[in-house]
């Protein structure tokens, strides 16, 4: 197995020498796909069993737990392909937040008023975010009517560990935590079901975050976040909460900003309090007063400065502990303030803007690498290293420094203006 392995990936590198991309992708998942066997994936379960004895597992847990389970090449393919298209972020948020998510927000908002209630007053967290990161996790459960997208926990694992050698790692870590799981009985080896990436249950928990965060909230002995609302509702809330929510404060609020706003300060990084960013002319979009000017806040542009800016404060990276995402966590809290009754964003978002393709971003840093800035690699994931070189590039070229890598921007960088 090691052997052939090996000449794969001599076979991979010489094509990659020799032709182009195109080739290189054909002839890497060819021939991962023949390397990899039905025999190869049993032979890795039986290997792996001293690993899962030696942190308690037992014979019964480990035979349960992988009985039936088969190499699932699907999770591979998947995990290993990057969309040469990327979404605008008005995209994401028009889809993430759309009228039916709203809409059966509300629903569940008074379904389980209770269970709500309670959560708010055990873990001081906003109901409304914890129903909206259960609306963008599972669509409130509706995920689970969907069997193509949900897969056997235990099984995804194995198939990361034994067959993505760039993931095999986090499979051997998380497929360890999702057996401690079993052994502790919370959940039956065939209930114990996820996305293809070991994400499980209504609010989708990786295994370890599982272990340290989930908790029985409906008093039934068993931490079931795959079948109790209760249970995957209050293990959000616990996560949130010792993570260091801030209670009865907001993730943050949309802003307006005036034409000659210093814009270089809008990277998500300079902190300054609300009445700060106020004298500098930021206010709420929706004209109101900030509640409390005293709150630390950060700005952020997500589509550049002709789009809409946010001012997120301290709870905007506590959602992020969930998701490491801007995007993401802009979208949890805007869905719970539309679920709470609230609007539509003020601003508009530029839709008439191309963003950059991943080969057109890598084209991108490369063009800023050559002029001598430094984007933190060529990567084509256009991070705050990336997003600091664009600022400093338009900086001294004229441009506004929003750091916005849109379709005119990289025409502007290779035209030198
Ligand atoms: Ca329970």
Known sequence: ???????????????????????????????????????????????????????????????????????????????????????????????????????????MKQEHAKLLQRLESRFGVDQHVLLAIWGMESAYGAIFKNTALIKPTIQSLATLAYADKSRAKFGREQLLAALKILQNGDVAPKDMQGSWAGAMGHTQF??????????????????????????????????????????????GYEVALPKNFPFELADGKHSKTLAQWAELGAKRAAGQAYPRPSDDARLILPAGYNGPAFLVLKNFAMIKRYNNADSYALAVGHLADRIRGGGG??????????????????????????????????????????????????????????GFASGKLLEALKTGR
């Open 1 to 107: 197995m090691q052997v052939n392995l090996g000449i794969v990936r001599h076979l991979i590198n010489q094509v990659a020498k020799t032709s182009s991309v195109g080739l290189v992708i054909l002839a890497a998942s060819s021939m991962t796909a023949s390397s990899q066997t039905a025999a190869g994936f049993d032979k890795w379960i039986r290997d792996f069993w001293p690993a899962a004895r030696a942190e308690g597992i037992t014979a019964n847990t480990y035979n349960a737990a992988f009985a039936g389970a088969q190499l699932d090449m699907s999770i591979v393919k998947r995990a290993n392909n990057q969309p040469e298209f990327v979404k605008p972020i008005w995209s994401y948020l028009d889809s993430a937040v759309n009228e039916t998510r709203i809409k059966n927000g509300r629903k």
């Open 345 to 402: 964003f003020a601003g508009e978002w530029p839709r008439s803007d191309r963003v950059l393709k991943r080969s057109e971003r890598k084209e991108l840093q490369t063009v800023l690498n050559k002029l001598g800035y430094d984007t933190g690699g060529i990567d084509g994931r256009l991070g705050s290293k990336s997003r600091a070189a664009i600022r400093n590039w338009q900086k001294r070229n004229g441009h506004v420094p929003d």
């Open 206 to 251: 990786i295994p370890t975050t599982y272990l340290a965060k989930a908790v029985d909230f409906d008093g039934d002995g068993r931490r079931d976040i795959w079948r109790s609302v209760d249970d995957a509702l209050a293990s959000s809330a616990n996560l949130l909460e010792s993570a260091g929510w801030e209670t009865g404060k907001t993730w």
